[in-house]
């Protein structure tokens, strides 16, 4: 079966007329549609994009809605992934209101972000001007720095000598979450009740008690 994976349907309004714009490349590492903002393909891939004018009406989907029939016209960006794939993968960054000055600049930026995961058991990524690192945890593993026990969500923010971890358990099973920080730590200065430290030292371990809620979770520390 053909897998394709929409990034994005914008509506332009009846008879639109923004300028949309893809990088000229093979495979581009940006595109940008006027007064929307654009989209950056760190890798490159074979983008696929169709400017059309669609008809229907609300009853189409909803008996009960109006019978009037109207026409928009669309903006359509996907990638193909050809006939039942086997590892396949994508990525993109959405960058909504940037001009195109912006998403190109930023599509040249090679190094701006990094991507530590990206398959069916974790995606994660790492901004470092930023100071940031964010993983989703599928099952139990490791991405960069990070180590989960089950799976869950990590935020990670370094300003300075200082950096806020943010945990939460997104299949909501109450299970502990063990999360390991592989990097040397001088001392938590603050932490929620349910956030246990087991170590701080060479590297952060600690136990997240998460409840069912799939709420965040943190605690504060200094590093070397």
Known sequence: MPVETIVDNRNLGEGGTRAF?????????????????????????????????????????????STE?????????????????????HAYVLMPGAT?????????????????AND????????DC??????????????GPLTVSAPAAVLLRRRGRSATLCVSE???SGAPVEIVWNRPVRRVVESDPSVQIL???????LRGTLGTGCVSH???????
């Open 21 to 65: 714009t893809v990088d000229d490349r093979p495979r581009p590492r940006w595109a940008h549609l006027e007064g929307h903002g654009g989209w950056v393909l760190p890798s490159g891939a074979e983008l696929r994009t169709l400017c059309e004018d669609r008809t229907g009406a609300w009853s189409d989907i909803n008996t009960t809605s």
């Open 69 to 89: 029939r109207r026409t928009r016209r669309w903006q359509t960006l996907w990638l193909g992934h050809g006939t039942d794939p086997v590892a396949g993968s």
């Open 100 to 116: 195109r000055r912006a998403v190109t600049e930023r599509a040249a930026e090679r190094d701006w972000l990094r991507i530590l």
């Open 120 to 127: 069916s058991t974790c995606q994660a990524v790492s901004i």
């Open 130 to 143: 930023l100071g940031l690192t964010a993983a989703t945890f599928w099952q139990a593993g490791t991405a």
């Open 170 to 172: 997104p299949p909501r």
């Open 199 to 205: 170590e701080a030292g060479r590297r952060l371990r």
């Open 218 to 224: 943190r605690c504060e520390l200094t590093f070397s």
